[in-house]
């Protein structure tokens, strides 16, 4: 029976910077306990000289023995570092407004980031200028950007997007890729390394019939 309830025990979630997702489950967490009004209201703190009934106090300390519960919560998700600066804080909900308060901003922030970085990603195309690991290395530093702010990008998503924005010379090559590999398992390394030796092989070949052109113009001029 033990296991049973420490089975559907929920996990506490553990604060990772990102607060809209962390509050979001906090506050379902809460609530299923029963506990989410002490952070939208707290409770009324005892004042001084004032006199409280029997079932006031009772009241009180019920509210206060849960509000302890709600910290030790709120204690168990958050790390040291933060911990250290809440200390002072008496309440749940003192503790909750502080964290609001905190990083609600960077969170605005970083959704704002991430919606630009998504229109970068979005409109990003290879240059007929560029080398494949040039432009392997502009996708990638926008996509680890994105990751950094929230973003849950998967590689498939960055082969993909590589793949659909390559320059026409490699369109056999990108056909040629979806056809013999499954797209869902191709890594970046494998898809950046198979796009490289392609590239080598037409700079050789480039190479090749510039010098065949040479050839023949110094033979024809010759004869004149």
């Known amino acids: 029976m033990s296991e049973e309830k420490s089975f559907l025990q929920p996990a506490i979630p553990r604060f990772d910077g990102h607060y809209d997702h962390w ?12 506990y989410w009004s002490l952070i939208e209201t707290g409770y009324p703190e005892p004042v001084a000289n004032v006199v409280l009934s029997e079932e006031q106090h009772k009241q009180l300390d019920d509210l206060m ?34 964290m609001k308060k905190k990083f609600e901003g960077s969170a605005r922030v970083k959704r704002s980031t991430l919606q630009a970085l998504r229109r970068d ?11 494949i690991t040039e432009y392997f290395a502009r996708v990638l530093s926008i996509a680890n950007k994105m990751r950094s702010n929230g973003e849950q990008m998967k590689d498939t998503i960055i082969v993909e997007k590589i793949l659909r924005t390559l320059i026409e010379k490699f369109n056999y090559v990108v ?7 499954d797209i869902d398992t191709l890594t970046i390394d494998e898809l950046q390394s198979s796009l490289t030796v392609h590239e080598q092989k037409f700079s050789r070949s480039h190479g090749e019939e510039q010098a065949f ?12």
């Open 23 to 34: 509050s979001m489950l906090m506050e379902n967490l809460l609530s299923s306990k029963g």
């Open 65 to 98: 023995v849960k509000d302890l519960k709600v910290k030790n919560y709120l204690f168990q998700s958050i790390d040291r570092t933060i911990l250290e600066q809440i200390l002072e804080k008496r309440t749940s909900k003192q503790i909750w407004d502080s």
């Open 121 to 131: 990603f979005e409109v990003l195309e290879m240059k007929v200028s560029e080398t």
């Open 175 to 181: 056909v040629s890729i979806e056809e013999s590999k």
């Open 213 to 224: 052109k040479v050839t023949v113009g110094d033979r024809y001029g010759s004869r004149g």
